[in-house]
């Protein structure tokens, strides 16, 4: 029955060699902790993938609830917390997975500087690696001031004056980033804006980069 | 008809079918060892791996649940504010002189923006065909270095930051309406308010709210004392200890 369905879209689309160019390919023994444990360094990217997938889950699930209102977000995130069936675990795994993604990101981007994978031909991806690395720290960084309590806000502040330093445009960026003259309605609307549409979009453009260039130029060779 | 060769499709504007041929990957035959296929042997192992992965960071989600302050208050002051973990090494950088006051610039744009673009033009920095760390000591130094004052930036934030007053700086603080005009609120304050707070919502002595006292107890406790409490604290007539006692029980139940 599955097969006759595949068949039937495959007859029309010719979808085979679209699924084979991603998935048909062979794992060298050099990546492979099945062979060498100490090949365990390699799967820092996938799961860094995978905490990612975590973090995009449990955020689509938490939009349920979460309100971009400075009366309501404290309110709504409380809520959540205290009273939701199974909001406390959601809101945790969204919480956690945001550091867990940090450190695996970190042990990623470590991996390949110090087997030297960043070289010729993978500068390009390299490059989008650490765009993406910068992508997280962004929504780290915005989404730190949703749940609008007291930590929030006052470390928001800190970080909206790091950036107004910054010489000749840090005030317009501030404006930018904070909407208003204060850090109010106007900021966690546009932070909210930023974390959940602005920079996931970024993040998944990156992605996509990056995954396309390692199956077009596969792992680096073992050192 | 063969399954996605030389078919034809209606009003095609794709490229002609004989360019059309897949560039593999560069191939691992090179390399001496066992390659195994990605699908589905590779790909059958990472999920059980992220299976366990998956188990122990549950576990610790639901071992620790994520903080959560009140409410933000933008006319309160004196709250120290602190970054999220992995920003504290920027945040600690920003307290050495060197890097303040109207050097502050140095702090937040020029050392973090050298580091960035340094990270982004690293395979143009170090072009060296030598893959090993060891055999590019400078690339592999430099990184080391990076890491470890980013790890001691951290380490010293955490030891400089108050815990136990961020604790409470941001403990979200129950509270209950009750009537001020309770004979046994003016005992209540003359009392009691200068340990359990005005709002009977707790200072140095513990919030009595949510607790769910009985008369008896809170008239024991006030008259003799226990735990953190001395013994003697209430002053007047057992009448006053009455009214008192159920003010504080009532509240206490709300």
């Known amino acids: ?223 | 008809m063969h399954r996605g060769k030389g078919m034809k499709f209606v009003g095609d504007s794709r490229v002609p079918v004989k360019s059309r041929k897949f560039i593999p990957p560069k191939d691992y035959s090179e390399y001496p060892g066992k390659t195994e296929a990605f699908l589905p042997n590779f790909l059958l192992k990472e999920w059980m791996v992220g299976a366990v992965f998956l188990v122990g960071f549950m576990i610790l989600t639901i071992a620790d649940p994520a903080p959560l302050e009140k409410e933000a208050d933008p006319t309160s002051s004196g709250y120290i504010p602190l970054p999220d973990w992995y920003f504290l090494f920027l945040y600690q950088l920003l307290k050495y002189p060197a890097a303040s006051g109207q050097y502050k610039v140095i702090g937040t744009v020029l050392i973090p923006g050298l580091a960035a673009v340094a990270l982004l033009a690293a395979p143009w920095l170090d072009r060296g065909l030598e893959r090993r760390p060891i055999k590019r000591p400078i690339a592999t130094l430099i990184m080391l270095l990076t890491f470890v004052s980013m790890i001691y930036l951290t380490w010293e934030s955490t030891v400089s930051h108050n815990w136990e007053q961020a604790e409470q700086q941001g403990k979200i603080v129950q509270t209950v309406d009750f009537d001020k005009s309770d004979p046994g609120y003016k005992l209540f304050s003359q009392n009691c308010s200068s340990c359990h707070g005005e709002n009977l919502e707790g200072a140095v002595g513990p919030s009595l709210i949510g607790k769910n006292l009985d008369p008896a107890m809170v008239k024991k406790m006030a008259t003799q004392g226990g735990g953190q409490m001395p013994a003697g604290v209430f002053k007047g007539s057992d009448k006053d200890l009455d009214a008192l006692a159920k003010f504080v029980s009532d509240v206490s139940k709300k």
């Open chain 1, 1 to 223: 029955m599955l097969q006759k369905l595949y068949d039937w879209v495959d007859e029309r689309l010719d979808i085979t060699p679209l699924w084979r160019d991603v998935a048909d390919h062979e794992v060298p023994e050099h990546v492979n902790p099945a062979y060498h444990f100490s090949a365990f360094v390699y799967c820092f990217g996938g799961l860094t993938f995978f905490t990612i997938v975590i973090q995009i889950l449990s955020g689509m699930f938490l939009t349920m609830y979460y309100v971009p209102d400075i009366n309501n977000a404290w309110d709504s995130v409380y809520y959540l917390q205290n009273q939701v069936a199974y909001g406390v675990i959601v809101r945790g795994m969204h919480h956690w997975g945001a550091s867990v993604t940090i450190v695996m990101v970190f042990l990623h981007t470590l991996r390949v500087f110090f087997t030297g994978a960043y070289k010729k031909p993978r500068e390009l991806n390299w490059i989008v690696g650490v765009l993406l690395f910068f992508v997280i720290l962004g929504l780290g960084f915005t989404g730190y001031l949703l749940p609008w309590d007291m930590k929030a806000l006052f470390a928001t502040k800190v970080g909206l004056d790091i950036a107004a330093s910054f010489p000749f445009i840090g005030d317009w960026i501030k404006v930018l980033l904070q909407g208003s003259d204060i850090v109010g309605a106007q900021t966690l609307a546009r932070f909210f804006a930023i974390h959940v549409f602005f920079l996931p979009a970024a993040l998944l453009g990156l992605l996509a980069a990056h995954f396309l260039m390692i199956r077009r130029q596969g792992i680096s060779g073992p050192l």
